[in-house]
């Protein structure tokens, strides 16, 4: 059966793997196996692609049960190992396939706790990027930052792994330690870090009323769109409310994104009821548009959105929607570039798979994949600036509200 929620997180480092579908079935004996969503139906050979030769596999999976030395070679793993394999060789880095221990961790990652360091990754360029440490993980803390490219994992090669191996690596129960050795765009420095595991509880919303040049403005942080996001949001809204601000600004730097229709929902905070806040486009050719639900009780408090390059998917679309409409003005540095929607499948035995279904566009009909979306106001944040406890960029969107 196929969820109905739409996920457009980055991959979550320590805790999942991006993932994807299995199409298609293997031929046994001139017969093939697919899956239709609540069980195995035989399909003719005819109906195979004639230009592929599933047999290989078994083939090969012979050799192993047969020649292997150290038997019996465990065919569960072979199995999860296979399917893992066809998946990732689709060349998606959000398609991938979930063992039990790995859907659990992801289920478990969205509803806001979880061991390990607290950081995500992407695949960006062809390498393996931190994509967002996590405020008050042990990977902010260390000093990672949204850009490092992954180099070693207790001291392997990163650079020759492919998403899901590292993602593998470096997961871990709470208290054991992980060794990384990164590769430093902004500084082009290399550095190592002994990181150690904790357990990861984060509230998804935190909000705070500042006063700049006698005017209130409200300070709402979203550092992913989770489970608990829509709620906590909502009760960032009543204190908007409350405390009559006169600005808001939403600080979505580092949110790797989430559910879709969390996006959505946050989105129509702002946006008239009826207008598009992001378009789903499928290979079909076929659209879904995304609309604001109707309460845009913040869409007259002037807003600015802080973003930088772990600012991806989710949050995204809550910037582009807010941007395009001409509801915010926004400051930072580009945000991360995923434009893609993902789909859960769940799969016998609590096995999943997220499959990349669609491309999302912002109401001007942009894409983001690749390219992310550019600030009006281009501000740094430094290592610097992160020592002294300064962050011009939160300054610069204050400095634009209380003008």
Partial sequence: MISTKRYITTIVLLLVLSAGTFFGGLKIGGKGYVYSGSSYQIINQNDAPKNVNYSLLWQALDVINTKYIDKPVDQQKILYGAIAGAVAAVGDPYTAFFDPKQYSDFKTELGGSFE???????????????VAPLDGSPAKKAGLLAGDILLKINSDDATALTLEQAVNKIRGP????VDLTIYRPSDKSQKDFKITRETIAVNSVKY?????????????NVDRFGDDTTT?????????????????VVDLRDDPGGYL??????????VNPGDVVVTEKHSDG????YKGLGSNSLGKIPTVVLINGGSASAAEILTGALHDHNLAKTVGLKSFGKGSVQELVNLPENTAVKVTVAKWFTPN??????NGLEPDTKVDLTAADLAANKD???DKALELISK
Avoid: C, H, R
């Fill in 232 to 248: 906590l949001f909502a009760q960032a809204v009543a204190d908007v409310q409350k405390n009559k601000v006169d600005g808001i």
């Fill in 174 to 177: 709470k208290g054991t330690v």
């Fill in 365 to 370: 009909g942009i894409n983001i994949t690749k």
């Fill in 286 to 289: 076929t659209q879904n548009d």
């Fill in 392 to 394: 011009p960029q939160l």
């Fill in 261 to 270: 229709d969390a996006a959505v929902q946050l989105a129509s905070y702002w």
């Fill in 208 to 220: 705070k009323v500042q006063t700049v040049n006698g005017k209130k403005i409200e300070i709402i």
């Fill in 116 to 130: 390990g360091i607290g950081a995500e990754v992407g695949m960006k360029d062809g390498s393996i990027v931190i």
